[in-house]
């Protein structure tokens, strides 16, 4: 039964209990007072009248006697003074008298009525007759007549009032008695009645005495059969309780059971366990993380899991609660993964662990907190360190001898040291192959090795996702040529943040790949697509493809399709997995898939730059001087000398490509690879023509100078011959840390003249046709040197000289003059800017105008040394 | 022109060899070696090179202390320095390229380019 019908039956019993007449037990009660009452009264007025009626009769039966025996006395007394004349009897008589009268008038007032009585008893007569002839009587002793007195004591009218007086008496008394008696029957009816009425008052009281007590017994009854029916009741419950109680023994019994093997399980972790409550304070250590830590649930108490264990990095500065990226996560109820941090124990000591975090919900996914693991890692990350260093040592120690080994064998095949005969000469050829491919192994296995230690930081950046597509391209395309395989860009945009050259060695790596297992006359494409937070690069070719089974375990170090690829193909076997680890670094994904309807397609993701960090100024802004390289075939070293000295390249690979980015990236210097099919000088042309590029200096690199020459001199800043050398190259550079002296002519055959002349002395001459070019480039880069002519198409010289005057810097810049004009002096202080010098073209020679400039550039070359030693 | 002369620093014996003999066929240098640091910078006041291949990894006296000593000598203090070395990571050549070098040169050196490589790195003709 329900405990809430059960309640239901409780009120309905009391409300039963409640109707009962409670007026009638207090009627019954005030009826049994009142009889009890009235019984006190009755019997204590009978008694009361019953007392003063035996007191009143006993009293007039004393004052009877008495009367009768004072009455003796009082006769006798006067008849005994007659009879001896002695008067003491007289004396008697007189004493006695007062107390007859005294007793006779106590009993009148006893009997209401007496005196009417006695009145007609005529006794009250007959005594005042008594008591006149007594007083005769004794007047005659007196007076010695003893006889007469004799006589009237014995006459028959004395014996006559005598017997009146006696007999008037005894009618009193008995009409006393009388009166008393209808007194006592008075008295007796009245104690009977008030008995009886109390006996009928007890007779109705102990009737509704029975009344009230059968009610109560049949209410009793009813409780009593209640009561049963409870008990009844209550024991069936009992029975369902024990056997609830018994099943929540067994349960907690398993639960008992569980409990230990929980406790058994934690406590017997190696990882440390912590509970973490929703206000991210711990509530549970087990005895790993305890040993882990140095300290016990109790020493955390109160305090946030960041301020016990993380309240530092690992360098001791303090780490605000605020700046705690996985202490928010947590608080976030967001799991959370860490593979390296620092906790710090309690004494001070700091340990090296790894971590995850996950939310704990209930069964409706409300969170009750969160579980931690937790795991020392000092001991993974010495031999992490042991490996790395081990790698590094053992890579380097291989090399020393593979150096004299290399060195020796190229010695040797290269027929220096004197003829080798064909087969020794091709046994040293595999010698050389075999030891670059060692070497290229032992580079790989260190790169691989730095990559996934994360000891060397990802130099990350704002990359052109089509830039870095360009510039894997041309460092494969040589090796795409010798396949006889065709490679094709699928142009993208794409701002991503990463580490550009580990993208690039990524894509080389895919795209040789790719080459490698190619046949001849197949397309290897390359293509990119921007994918929500990613930018998805994509290598496909047309090859033989990578099997179903294969395409997952491709990227496990040493994984090959085929046993003979690593000899056949020249790879080292490590060259997917340093893909993977480079693009896993990067928080990408890298995977390959069967490409349609033959082939292989390998696709990697690089996430895509926040808006905020790739402002293009950032990308501009770096501080190197950049240099944009044109030639198809690429050789890294050109590149590896050209940052090696500190420049930024760009590449563009054809002559389109070349003038937009001169345009775009606004280059230091062009290095311009001119094919034999001659197209080189359209390309110059194009550049020079274009107002941002005119100034740029060129470098033309050429298996041979071209017929043409001549026309290319003005517009070429330097000459290098192919097959390009780095030295050649740095030398042409150089040409940017020269002098270089602007050159404002808008006589073009003067200005080639002029600028031919000057690069005979190694000068650099940029060359403008107007004044408003001529500014335009002064304050894009500041020339040493300006050669002006006076008369120009747009603005003449003096205009220009007052533009250039209200800078500081360029108002310094010195100046030649070189104008057919003749200037007054008057003029040349309005022409003057820094060193000036006018020199009129009619009277010098080109002798002296050379002569000129090197003067007036000497001097600022002085100047500035001299300037430089002061600082 | 004069025949270049160039001093090369390294504590293994073959590989100076090896460098020396493909310098001298190759280009026709002369070419002095030293193997170890002191005996290096000794040699460099003495014959005052062209130029100095040094390696980077020496017992006793390693790399960059030689360059240090070349460095605060006077005499020694102009000739170009050029570290040879097995570190093949960029980041490693950069940051010996700010000890104030002229160029690094990665090991194993194919000892046909390797005086091409010199002279791209100093910029000679």
């Known amino acids: 039964m329900g405990a809430s019908s059960r309640q239901a039956r409780d009120h309905s019993e009391r409300d039963d209990v409640a109707r009962f007449p409670s007026w009638l037990v207090g009627i019954t009660l005030a009826l049994t007072f009142l009889t009890f009452a009235l019984v006190a009264w009755a019997g204590y007025g009978g008694y009361h009248a019953l007392e003063s009626f035996w007191n009143r009769e006993s009293r007039i039966r004393a004052l009877h006697g008495m009367i009768l025996r004072l009455d003796e006395v009082l006769t006798m007394s006067a008849r005994m003074a007659a009879a001896t004349g002695d008067l003491r009897w007289e004396q008697r008589y007189r004493r006695y008298a007062p107390q007859l009268d005294a007793a006779i008038a106590e009993a009148k007032a006893l009997v209401p009525g007496s005196s009417s009585i006695a009145a007609i008893a005529g006794t009250d007569a007959a005594n005042v007759k008594l008591v006149a002839m007594e007083n005769s009587a004794f007047a005659l002793v007196r007076a010695g007549h003893l006889n007469e007195a ?27 008695q009388k009166r008393l008696d209808g007194a ?26 029975i009344v009230v007590i059968g009610r109560l017994r049949g209410m009793q009854g009813e409780l009593e059969h209640r009561i049963t029916e409870r008990t009844a009741e209550l024991s069936a419950t009992n029975v369902e309780m024990l056997a609830a109680r018994n099943a929540a023994e067994k349960a907690a019994q398993t639960n008992a059971r569980l409990a230990r093997e929980s406790a058994l399980i934690l406590n017997s972790a190696t990882e440390g366990i912590m509970g973490i409550g929703l206000d991210n304070r711990p509530t549970f250590l087990n005895p790993a993380g305890a040993r882990i830590l140095g300290m016990t649930l109790n020493d955390l108490e109160g305090k946030t899991i960041h301020e016990a264990v993380h309240h530092s990095y690992a360098d001791g500065t303090p780490w605000p609660e605020a700046d705690c990226a996985s202490t928010q996560a947590m608080r976030r109820s967001e799991s959370v993964a860490i593979a390296v941090d620092t906790f710090w124990r309690r004494d001070g000591t700091s340990v090296p662990v790894e971590y995850s975090s996950t939310p704990m919900l209930d069964e409706n996914g409300n969170q009750l907190g969160a579980v931690m693991m937790f795991r020392d890692v000092t001991e993974r990350r010495a031999i992490e360190q042991l490996k790395s260093e081990f790698v590094s040592t053992v890579s380097h120690e291989l090399r020393t001898p593979l150096t004299s080994i290399r060195g020796a064998l190229g010695l040797l095949s290269s027929g220096l040291l004197g003829p080798i005969a064909e087969k020794g000469q091709r046994m040293l050829e595999i010698a050389v192959s075999n030891t670059d491919r060692l070497v290229r192994l032992i580079n790989d296995i260190l790169d691989l090795e730095r990559i996934e230690s994360g000891r060397v930081e990802l130099a990350r950046g704002p990359v052109d996702a089509n830039a870095v597509m360009v ?69 496909a070719d047309e090859g033989r493809g990578v099997p179903e089974q294969k395409l997952e375990t491709i990227f496990e170090r040493f994984s090959q399709v085929d046993a003979s690829d690593s000899r056949d193909k020249g790879g080292s076997g490590l060259g997917l997995a340093i893909c993977q680890s480079i693009v896993h670094a990067h928080g990408g994904r890298i995977w390959a898939e069967r490409n349609d309807p033959a082939g292989s397609r390998f696709q990697f993701t690089i996430p895509l730059a926040v808006p905020s960090t790739v402002a293009p100024a950032a990308i501009e802004s770096s501080a190197s001087r950049t240099i944009l390289v044109c030639q198809d075939d690429w050789s ?9 000295r500190g420049f930024r390249v760009v590449m563009a690979t054809s002559s389109a490509e070349v003038i937009a980015r001169a345009a775009n990236v606004r280059p230091d210097a062009i290095i311009l690879d001119v094919n034999d099919s001659g197209n080189g000088r359209q390309i110059v042309e194009a550049l020079k023509s274009t107002a941002e590029t005119r100034n740029v200096p060129i470098v033309v690199a050429t298996g041979q100078f071209p017929e043409s020459y001549e026309s290319y001199a003005a517009a070429v800043a330097s000459w290098v011959r192919k097959p390009l050398k780095g030295d050649d190259l740095i030398h042409a550079l150089d040409l940017l840390d020269a002098p270089s002296i602007l050159v404002v002519e808008d006589d073009l055959d003067l200005a080639r003249v002029m600028t031919t002349a000057l690069q005979g002395h190694g000068i650099r001459t940029l060359h403008a046709v107007t004044g408003s070019e001529a500014v335009q480039h002064c304050r894009q880069h500041e020339p040493s040197l300006i050669v002006l002519d006076l008369v120009l198409p747009d603005m003449d010289g003096f205009a220009m000289v007052s533009a250039l005057r209200e800078s500081a810097t360029l108002g310094r810049i010195p100046l030649l003059v070189y104008s057919a004009l003749d200037v007054g002096i008057a003029d040349q202080s309005r022409l003057r800017l820094g060193p000036t010098e006018f020199l009129t073209k009619s009277r010098g020679s080109l002798g002296d105008f050379e002569e000129h400039v090197v003067r007036l550039l000497e001097t600022v070359t002085n100047r500035t040394e001299e300037g430089q030693h002061a600082a | 022109m004069p025949r270049k002369q160039l001093l090369v620093i390294d504590d293994e014996d073959d590989i100076r060899e090896v460098a020396k003999l493909s310098l001298q066929l190759t280009e026709g240098w002369t070419v002095m070696t030293a193997n170890g640091g002191s005996a290096g910078t000794a040699l460099a006041l003495s014959m005052e090179p062209d130029a100095i291949l040094l390696d980077v990894m020496m017992p006793d006296m390693d790399g960059p202390t030689t360059l240090r000593a070349l460095q605060q000598q006077g005499a020694t203090k102009s000739i170009p320095v050029i570290f040879l070395t097995a570190k093949v990571q960029a980041a490693d050549r950069r940051k010996l390229m700010q000890l104030g070098v002229r160029g690094v040169i990665a090991k194993p050196f194919d000892p046909l380019t390797l005086a091409q490589q010199i002279r791209t790195v100093l910029s000679w003709p």
């Open chain 1, 184 to 209: 006592l029957v008075q008295a007796k009816q009245r104690v009977t009645l008030s008995l009886s009425a109390s006996v009928a008052l007890l007779l109705f009281s102990i009737t509704t005495w």
């Open chain 1, 636 to 644: 890294p070293n050109i590149v590896e000398v050209l940052e090696g």
């Open chain 1, 471 to 539: 510039h894997a391209v041309e460092g494969v395309q040589s090796m795409a040529d010798q396949a006889g395989v065709r490679l094709l860009i699928v142009p993208a945009t794409g701002a991503l943040w990463g580490d550009s050259d580990r993208i690039i060695q990524t894509l080389t790596n895919l795209l040789g790949n790719a080459i490698k297992f190619s046949p001849p006359d197949t397309t290897v494409t390359l293509s990119g697509a921007t994918r929500e937070r990613d930018f998805v690069f994509s290598v």
């Open chain 1, 150 to 176: 004799h006589a009237v004591l014995s006459s028959p009218a004395y014996e006559t009032q005598k017997v009146l007086y006696s007999t008037g008496l005894d009618r009193v008394l008995k009409e006393q």
